[in-house]
């Protein structure tokens, strides 16, 4: 028979979670009051006169921005897969030479600071001719996912069944075919884990952005959401709208991808 779990834990859980989602809630409160409102005192807790000006202000200036951060973030998903899964193929199951080097190098680079990494950026990107474009945003922000997803790769592929890739080899398979028709459809988990994470760092990005593609035509949402900001006035309930709406597509993919990150993440840490 199960303990209960005590009354005051659950007390606890909920006072924590309300804190933790209250900025959550205040943005939203903030994206439905009136401008003439937001300068009450005290603040409102909830809004009286709810109104969706913000929210119109949102789909008639920041649609462009959010196809833009759209495209960003796919570009980075599918660049990042098709980069890291080889990579982690190798890596756990080819034997390659110098692999726990190359694995404690990629360890070394996420901690470089995204800050440096832009400014290294900039100055190549300058003679590339990459400044100010949709490609350049997407190449920046895969060094920040290509690393992460090497390492997952790895800790995942290394736990596969070798006795399954030794006998597709017996059979005829070459690597290639291995990796594509064995070792790939039993990663869904680590893949669905990388295109994630790597979305969501694409999707949320702002220093990439505001150092490699400031004076683009197409600008990402983290960007464009500046044009609500003037010398004289803020659209605040325009600024928290924006916020709402970028923050849609990211709460949809982890709710449902929630249990395949869950496996991705874990995968490769107990072995038999």
Do not use: H
């Not at 859980?13 to 401008?35: D, E």
């Not at 807790?45 to 920041?62: I, K, N, S, W």
């Not at 005829?172 to 990796?179: L, Q």
């Amino acid at each position: 028979m199960t303990a209960r779990r005590p009354w005051w834990k659950t007390i606890l859980g909920l006072v924590l979670t309300a804190l933790m989602l209250f900025p959550v809630y205040w943005m939203l409160n903030v994206s439905l009051t009136r401008t003439g409102d937001l300068r009450s005192s005290p603040p409102q807790l909830f809004p009286t006169e709810p109104t969706l000006e913000g929210y119109a202000a949102v789909f008639d200036q920041q649609l462009p921005a959010l196809g833009t951060s759209l495209v960003i973030a796919l570009g980075c998903v599918l660049l990042t897969v098709v980069i890291a899964a080889p990579a982690g193929y190798a890596i756990a199951l080819l034997n390659l030479r110098g692999g726990r080097t190359l694995n404690f190098v990629l360890l070394v680079a996420q901690m470089l600071p995204a800050v440096v990494m832009a400014m290294g950026f900039y100055a190549v990107y300058v003679r590339l001719g990459l400044l100010n474009t949709v490609w350049g945003l997407i190449l920046a922000d895969s060094t920040i996912a290509v690393p992460f997803a090497v390492l997952l790769f790895t800790a995942f592929m290394s736990g596969l069944p070798r006795e399954l890739l030794q006998a597709a080899a017996i059979d005829g398979a070459n690597v290639w075919r291995v990796f594509v028709s064995i070792v790939l459809p039993m990663s869904r988990n680590s893949i669905l884990t990388v295109s994630l994470f790597a979305f969501l760092w694409a999707w949320s990005d702002f220093i990439f952005a505001s150092t490699l593609s400031r004076n683009a035509d197409f600008i990402p949402i983290t960007l464009s959401i500046y044009s609500f900001i003037g010398n004289n006035t803020t659209q605040w309930n325009a600024i928290m709208a924006t916020a709402v709406v970028a923050s849609i597509p990211a709460a949809v993919l982890l709710v449902f991808a929630q249990r395949y990150v869950a496996a991705g993440v874990t995968a490769g840490a107990v072995k038999d």
